[in-house]
């Protein structure tokens, strides 16, 4: 079955740097990848999301890369603010298995003002 | 407002004591899932839902059961809990694959269960 890494699994960076998040996945049938961001006591909600036929998308201070020949995918942040310190989660899924979400372990982002 | 919600939000059990966890959505959504976030482990899918009365396993099912009676509900049982079962729970929902095309997860404020 898939399987997700996440790398690092906590990230301090100082406010207005860059801060990047990568994963790697096995099943090269997965073709979906969303990105979520779980403030603390709340649940994760999505904030960006990338599908297999797309290499790079950009919203706003966000963007995510996607290698399919190496079956890593990556979040980018600039322009890091403390608002942006969560945990966040890249997740992988196919169209012929959507209900299986696999997600990766999450990695702990600190804004440091 | 659109939005899951979850009851209890925080629940302290004892070992074997039946327990169930509410989830509910008001956005008509096909496609409803529970998963356990455990520290370095992230979320773990437990059951899902692609519609009424049709559920099926995530990769952690053992122990736990679900149902799908209608659409906007789908409650998380525990027949018997144990300690293992500590953990904090979420629920989702979204429109599914309807049309061939992927769907936001929205989720809940979580639930958080010890079991003693």
């Known amino acids: 079955g898939e399987n997700v890494e996440q790398h690092p699994s906590t990230l301090s960076v100082q406010e207005g740097d860059s801060a990047v998040i990568k994963c790697t996945y096995s099943?090269?049938?997965?073709?979906?990848f969303p990105w979520y961001k779980q403030e603390l006591g709340k649940g994760p909600q999505l904030i960006i999301d990338?599908?297999?036929?797309?290499g790079e998308k950009k919203d706003q201070r966000i963007a995510v890369t996607l290698n399919k020949t190496a079956k890593h995918f990556s979040l980018h942040i600039t322009e890091t603010q403390p608002e942006d310190s969560a945990v966040y989660f890249c997740?992988?899924?196919?169209?012929?298995?959507?209900?299986?979400?696999?997600f990766g372990p999450g990695t702990s982002l600190s804004v440091i003002p | 407002e659109a939005q899951v919600t979850q009851n209890p939000r925080y629940l302290i059990t004892v070992t074997g004591k039946k327990l169930t966890v509410t989830c509910s959505q008001n956005?008509?959504?096909?496609?409803m899932s529970w998963y356990r976030q455990d520290p370095g482990l992230g979320l773990r899918q437990i059951y899902y839902?692609?519609?009424?009365?049709?559920?099926d396993k995530g990769d952690v099912p053992e122990g736990y059961k679900v149902s799908r009676k209608e659409k906007r509900n789908f409650p998380l049982i525990l027949e018997s809990p144990s300690p293992n079962q500590t953990s904090l729970y979420f629920c989702?929902?979204?429109?599914?694959?309807?049309?061939?095309?992927?769907?936001?997860?929205?989720f809940g404020p979580g639930t958080r269960l010890t079991v003693l």
């Open positions: 989702a929902s979204s429109f599914g694959t309807s049309g061939g095309s992927y769907n936001e997860q929205f």
């Open positions: 099943d090269s049938a997965s073709n979906y």
């Open positions: 990338i599908r297999s036929n797309v």
């Open positions: 997740a992988a899924s196919t169209k012929t298995s959507y209900d299986k979400v696999i």
């Open positions: 956005m008509n959504h096909e496609y």
């Open positions: 839902s692609m519609n009424v009365e049709v559920t």
